[in-house]
């Protein structure tokens, strides 16, 4: 008989979290803002390593959130440590705004390579989703000389005053700053499980016609000229909103009414981008749409902070000196980015996509399994499990879901919620079929011991 391959597992030798983590939150509680919005579980982590991430009370879980999508290429990817190594000990910092070094134009380069944009691109850096964003923002109503956006209700677009304008996927996020900075209307994001109207299913017609017919015949008619509006800004699958993957009619519509109206379409793959969704963009599922302005961080730098936001080169006429950033582009970034996409196009994105799949029809199995599970969707390593109460009525179950998540988190899993109901599944790219075994088994149990 051959012997079975023992799959590597977590393991928790302590109650969660243990005394070593214990103090360093307590510490935290102390000095660090409480304006992060952690889960209800409380993971500290000394160091990880691929898929796996120690806690200083030596408990070991099974990363399936990757830093909130960051991780691409998993925990202190060999090749990511000796790039950032190398870098750090030629050259650290010089401020690519004003003086010059090989890996900005690089990098440049490579994404005017890879993003799903028409022609010439040039690349603004900077060092963050939400910047990358300011910048597409600040690009678009240069550009086009308009000052209006709209946005999609569930969107995340950052935290800081322009992208806050955007963002509205939480309340909280939003609460207490009152007056927005930015001129932006909110439309219904096409979501085929909830269609706007009644938070029921629907199919990707319908839900797709609904929300461009709001867009022309009541924003375009009304209170939104379209010949004000310099951008439409779309996350092809939202991201914090739930994991919600825009129906291809949609996009092309979207697209459409960019074109006839002189409206730049501004994609954020912050999250959905490089390899995520098993191609190198979410938009790049969209056969024969492109964008106009690609925003990109969080999986870029593989952890290294790095914001990067690509426009078609006739769109990036601005004057010198209109936007730039000290840090943006520092070189060890960029390093880390260039090694990311190198290790992306050579295996991860496949990994994504055919390990994604695995997870997914796992998880579907699931679905078929408990009535709690509403939905399973998404793409690639970017999938969603939506709670409801029950399949009949479809509410959504937000409280079961944080229960859930903690239950996994006791069992060593980590995974996160987004949007009102949903868990998400982002892990490292490099996850295997086993450790897709391994998450699934230790899912499966905490929703049994949960329902
Ligand atoms: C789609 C999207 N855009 C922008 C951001 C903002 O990125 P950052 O937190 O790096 O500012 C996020 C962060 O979660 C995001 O998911």
Redesign the pocket.
């Known amino acids: 008989m051959t012997p079975t391959k023992e799959l590597q597992r977590p393991s928790i030798k302590t109650s969660l979290p243990g005394p070593k983590s214990l103090e360093i939150i307590n510490a935290d509680n102390r000095y660090v803002t409480p304006s992060y919005p952690r889960p209800d579980y409380k993971l500290v982590a000394d160091h990880a390593q691929g898929v796996w991430i120690t806690d200083p009370d030596d408990n070991v879980f099974l990363d399936c959130n990757a830093g909130?999508?960051v991780c691409s290429t998993g925990h202190c990817h060999p090749a990511i440590v000796a790039a950032v190594q190398k870098q750090v000990s030629e050259l650290i910092h010089l401020c690519g705004t004003d003086f010059y070094y090989r890996q900005m134009p690089e990098l440049g380069q490579k994404l005017n390579e890879i993003v799903p944009i028409d022609g010439d691109c040039k690349t603004h850096f900077a060092?963050?989703?939400?910047?990358?964003?300011e910048t597409a923002l600040k690009l678009a109503m240069y550009h086009t000389r308009r000052q209006k956006f709209i946005s999609f209700f569930g969107?995340?677009?950052?935290?800081?005053l322009g992208?806050l304008s955007l963002?509205s996927s939480k309340k909280a996020q939003r609460l207490g700053f009152m007056r927005q900075a930015l001129d932006v209307v909110h439309v219904p994001y096409p979501n085929t499980f909830r269609h706007f109207a009644n938070d029921m299913p629907t199919d990707a017609e319908t839900i797709s016609r609904d929300v461009i017919n709001w867009i022309e015949n009541r924003l375009f008619k009304t209170t939104t000229p379209p010949e004000e509006v310099a951008g439409i800004v779309l996350?092809v699958v939202?991201?914090?909103g739930g994991y919600v993957p825009a129906p291809k009619p949609f996009v092309k519509e979207l697209r459409r009414i960019c074109d006839e109206n002189g409206i730049m379409l501004i994609i954020?793959?912050?999250?959905?981008g490089m390899g995520r969704t098993g191609k190198m963009f979410a938009l790049d599922h969209h056969e024969g749409v492109k964008a106009d302005i690609v925003?990109m961080?969080?999986g870029l730098g593989s952890g290294m902070?790095i914001?990067a936001c690509t426009a078609r080169a006739d769109i990036m006429d601005w004057h010198k000196g209109a936007h730039a950033s000290t840090f943006g582009g520092n070189p060890v970034c960029l390093e880390a980015a260039l090694t990311t996409i190198d290790l992306l196009q050579n295996g991860l994105v496949d990994n994504s996509r055919e390990v994604g799949s695995y997870l997914e029809a796992g998880l579907n199995k699931l679905k078929d399994k408990f009535d709690c599970i509403g939905d399973v969707r998404g793409l690639g390593m970017m999938l969603g499990v939506e709670f409801v109460t029950d399949k009949q009525s479809l509410k959504p179950a937000a409280e079961l879901r944080d229960k859930i998540e903690y239950a996994c988190y006791e069992r060593g899993l980590i995974i996160l919620g987004c949007g009102s109901s949903t868990i998400r599944w982002s892990p490292p790219l490099i996850l295997t079929r086993e450790n897709v075994d391994v998450a699934l088994e230790i899912f499966e149990a905490a929703i049994k011991a949960t329902i």
């Open positions: 909130v999508a060092n963050s989703g939400a910047e990358a964003i969107s995340f677009h950052g935290r800081t992208a963002t996350e939202q991201g914090e954020d793959e912050v999250q959905s925003c961080a969080k902070p914001g």
